[in-house]
């Protein structure tokens, strides 16, 4: 019989007649600050239909993750529209929109170390405003005083996000929480668990990624995430629980661990990939629903904000001063520190030993089957690694590798970031302090979600 040769193989089925070819950039603004002083805060590619448009709540989620956590926020046309006619699971056909917290009541201003009410600085009572629809008549009180745009401050990191334990929002709270079979480490429980890559059923050829990245193992334990895990309280291995874990294939794994793509619901309990970029990923993968998984809903939520954050790269480096929120609290910081931030020396935040990192090709076996990340081998907010260094954002790493970033004990207080840096008084230098009486001065307050 003679021998058949088969036509060339298709590794996936592409869907690209799904997604426009030139799908709509969504700019995503402050509405407190002008737009001559850089109020775009981040920009997402809508790639949720074949119109090139964004899902909503998506985006609604990802800018309340910016703001601090504040899920009653929603989107506008303008800094004083009323809320957009969109259900959450519709699309957003527009490529400029702005994100709005209502005003809190007796707000206290905590930046800069001061406490005081609005009522107090303005001489009157204000009370909190639920979001507007665009239903409501604005124009039934036209003398009633309008204040202006919340200015709400803005997580400028992920080591700064303050998880929001027990208070997931919307379809993040249907999303099943399954338990894994009890096995003796956790490698081996997730190979086990898992057998083959939960994106493609990949048998060969996978690596046990870490949902949560070892390099924020620090942030993990601050923000008591143990509490999610698989493993009974006492035996819990903290960011190594198998929650925390799940078969990929080794190639995806590189792209995960570069925020290529990221996990998360659009619609009741169904948890899909979503491809922030790479066409060819986007073409495959992205709103393809993943195969079962065990990873406790928490861990999806903290890599959605993990791989979300760094977009604010750009507005950190504005050249403005920024209200932030540093470790939940709000304090004005400099131009110069916001740049820092947008790109920390990763061994001056992480007062290790500069040492460069090792590459994932040269990983060892034992760190393949202790299930390492390719994000691990640096503990800097922008993860680093060999593979990752060809990226333009981590070229001010690179050259921190080489030696021309001061080292932990040589760095004084200004380098540090703002929750490692000593406390300085107002008005001793060093800090942004705004005028008294600016709009700057008088809405500084964030309220802080906390457990």
Not at 320 to 335: D, E, F, N, V, Y
Request: charged share 20%; net charge neutral; proline share 9%.
């Amino acid at each position: 019989m003679a021998m058949r040769i088969r036509s060339p193989y298709r590794a996936a089925t592409t869907h690209s007649e799904e997604f426009a070819n030139d799908p709509h950039s969504v700019c995503f603004r402050h509405p407190a600050i002008p737009y001559a002083q850089g109020n775009l805060l981040i920009i997402l590619d809508g790639n949720d239909n074949a119109q090139g448009y964004l899902h909503h709540e998506t985006a609604r989620i990802a800018c309340a993750i910016i703001a601090g956590n504040q899920w009653d926020g929603y989107l506008a046309t303008s800094p004083t529209a009323a809320a957009i006619d969109v259900p959450p699971h519709g699309m957003l056909t527009g490529e400029d929109y702005y994100f709005i917290v209502p005003h809190p009541a007796e707000a206290p201003i905590e930046s800069l170390g001061q406490s005081v009410s609005l009522a107090a600085l303005f001489g009157t009572e204000l009370t909190s405003r639920p979001a507007p629809h665009a239903s409501e008549n604005t124009d039934s009180q036209p003398n009633a005083p309008q204040p202006g745009p919340y200015h709400y401050p803005v997580v400028p990191s992920f080591r700064e996000w303050v998880f929001p334990n027990g208070k997931l929002p919307g379809t993040w709270s249907t999303i099943a929480k399954r338990r894994s079979p009890g096995v003796a480490s956790t490698s081996d429980t997730t190979r086990f668990r898992d057998q083959c890559c939960r994106m493609t059923e990949t048998v060969e050829e996978t690596d046990v990624a870490h949902i949560i990245p070892l390099a924020e193992e620090v942030w993990f334990m601050r923000n008591h995430m143990r509490r999610y895990g698989n493993k009974h309280a006492s035996l819990r291995p903290g960011i190594n629980d198998d929650a925390n874990t799940m078969l990929l294939r080794a190639d995806l794994h590189r792209s995960f661990d570069k925020r290529r793509f990221t996990f998360l619901p659009k619609k009741q309990g169904a948890v899909v990939t979503h491809v922030l970029e790479s066409e060819s990923l986007r073409d495959v993968y992205h709103n393809v629903e993943l195969n079962t998984t065990y990873v406790a809903p928490e861990y999806f939520f903290a890599r959605f904000a993990w791989t979300l954050l760094p977009l604010l790269q750009d507005f950190l480096r504005g050249g403005q001063p920024r209200l932030l929120l540093i470790q939940g609290q709000p304090q004005w910081t400099s131009a110069a520190e916001c740049s820092n931030l947008a790109n920390p020396p990763s061994k001056l935040l992480s007062g290790s030993p500069t040492k460069k990192s090792r590459s994932p090709t040269k990983r060892t076996r034992a760190d393949m089957e202790d299930g390492q990340d390719y994000a691990s081998q640096d503990s800097g907010d922008e993860t680093i690694s060999d593979d990752a260094m060809d990226e333009p954002q981590y070229h001010c790493a690179k050259r921190a590798r080489r030696g021309r970033s001061p080292t932990p004990r040589q760095a004084t207080a200004a380098q540090l970031p703002p929750s490692h840096r000593p406390l300085t008084p107002p008005g001793s230098g060093g800090e942004f302090v705004p005028s008294p009486g600016s709009v700057a001065s008088t809405i500084g307050h964030h309220r802080a979600v906390t457990a």
